[in-house]
Structure formats: structure tokens, C-alpha cells
T-cell receptor
Framework: SQKIEQNSEALNIQEGKTATLTCNYTNYSPAYLQWYRQDPGRGPVFLLLIRENEKEKRKERLKVTFDTTLKQSLFHITASQPADSATYLCALPRGSSASKIIFGSGTRLSIRP | DSGVTQTPKHLITATGQRVTLRCSPRSGDLSVYWYQQSLDQGLQFLIQYYNGEERAKGNILERFSAQQFPDLHSELNLSSLELGDSALYFC?????????????FGSGTRLTVV
């Protein structure tokens, strides 16, 4: 079955720098991959979806890349702010034709002023 | 407010008991998903309903069951509760079940089994 690997160690960076988070997956390449943000005790919030035929997707200060050869997605936050501090989750379909998604364990990001 | 409503927000109950968690999806969404999140497990997919019918099952215990009603709201029933069932339970909804547009999550129900 599909497995998702995200760096379990927290990422601490200085305000204004670019934060880069990694999501690796095993087995088959998914048709799409999603990124969510989750704050403590709250439900995840959808940020971006990137499809397998897209190399890059942008939304304001967010950028996601998708490399099906490396089986990896990178999530970038440019000009990071303390308000960006949260856990970021990678998600993708459970199966090749699945309509339900599974989540990685997430990477906690802390932006220090 | 995400548009997905979950009740209750908090629930404290004893081992062996049964509880029901309720979810109202965002207006227009036909699919409802239930996830369990505990500290050491991350978000675990439990079950999906689409327009009243079960679409997919994940790591859902036999002691747990769910249903989606004609008005599209969903209930997750947890019975014979154990201490290990303590977790945050999230409901999410999406438009068509093929989640090309992402899921909308509710704020969750925090279940504590004592």
C-alpha cells in the first residue's frame, strides 16, 4: 500500500526565510498530491493540489513541486512569517483509483521572529 | 468556519460505553469522510460515504460504525470504548468523492475515554 514519509523533526527557521518541507511516497505515483495546514487542536485546512502532469504550482507565497521520478513533493513558503507556524501535512490517494486520501504524519514548522 | 459542523466538540466517557459523533457536511458536498487522529498515529482514515452509500473503508474497528443519512449528515458510532480510543475524530467533506479540490474538515470531536 501507499506510504507517505514526511520529516518528523520540527523545522525551525528565521522569519523572512524560505521554508522547504519534503514529502516522499512509495509505490505507485498518485494522480495528484495535496498539502494541508493544521494548527493544534484544529482540523486540517486545504492549501494546494498538484497533479501528476504538473511540475509546479503556486499560490501567493506558497509553491509546490511534484517530481514523479523521485517520488517526491516539495512545499515552499517564501518570506515566511510567524503566523505560518503550524504542522503541514502531505496527502495523496490511498490507491491508484482511490477517492479517499491518506495523510503523512506532518512536519511541524516554527518561524521565529 | 469551514462549513463542516461537528458535534459535540468534547466528549468524556467511561470505558465500555457507546457514543455517537455527528457531522454535517459543507453545503453541496456529497462525500463525507471520517478520520481519527491520535498523538502517535497521525490522521487515520476510517470510512467514506458518498451520497448515502458507503464508498470506502479504512482502518475502522468492528466496534465502530457509521452511516450517512438522506440529508447527507453523517454519524460515527463508537461502542465498547477502550482507553486507546481517546483521540480527535475529524469529519471532512468534498464535492464529488474524487477530491480534486481538497477536503474541508470540521473542527473535530475530542473524545476522552476514562
Amino acid at each position: 500500500s501507499q506510504k507517505i514519509e514526511q520529516n518528523s523533526e520540527a523545522l525551525n527557521i528565521q522569519e523572512g526565510k524560505t521554508a522547504t518541507l519534503t514529502c516522499n511516497y512509495t509505490n505507485y505515483s498518485p494522480a495528484y498530491l495535496q498539502w494541508y495546514r493544521q494548527d493544534p487542536g484544529r482540523g486540517p485546512v486545504f492549501l494546494l493540489l498538484i497533479r501528476e502532469n504538473e511540475k509546479e504550482k503556486r499560490k501567493e507565497r506558497l509553491k509546490v513541486t511534484f517530481d514523479t521520478t523521485l517520488k517526491q513533493s516539495l512545499f515552499h513558503i517564501t518570506a515566511s512569517q510567524p503566523a505560518d507556524s503550524a504542522t503541514y501535512l502531505c496527502a495523496l490517494p490511498r490507491g491508484s483509483s482511490a477517492s479517499k486520501i491518506i495523510f503523512g504524519s506532518g512536519t511541524r514548522l516554527s518561524i521565529r521572529p | 468556519d469551514s462549513g463542516v459542523t461537528q458535534t459535540p466538540k468534547h466528549l468524556i466517557t467511561a470505558t465500555g460505553q457507546r457514543v455517537t459523533l455527528r457531522c454535517s457536511p459543507r453545503s453541496g458536498d456529497l462525500s463525507v469522510y471520517w478520520y481519527q487522529q491520535s498523538l502517535d498515529q497521525g490522521l487515520q482514515f476510517l470510512i467514506q460515504y458518498y451520497n448515502g452509500e458507503e464508498r470506502a473503508k479504512g482502518n475502522i474497528l468492528e466496534r465502530f460504525s457509521a452511516q450517512q443519512f438522506p440529508d447527507l449528515h453523517s454519524e460515527l458510532n463508537l461502542s465498547s470504548l477502550e482507553l486507546g480510543d481517546s483521540a480527535l475524530y475529524f469529519c471532512a467533506s468534498s464535492v464529488d468523492g474524487h477530491d480534486n479540490y481538497g477536503y474541508t474538515f470540521g473542527s473535530g470531536t475530542r473524545l476522552t475515554v476514562v
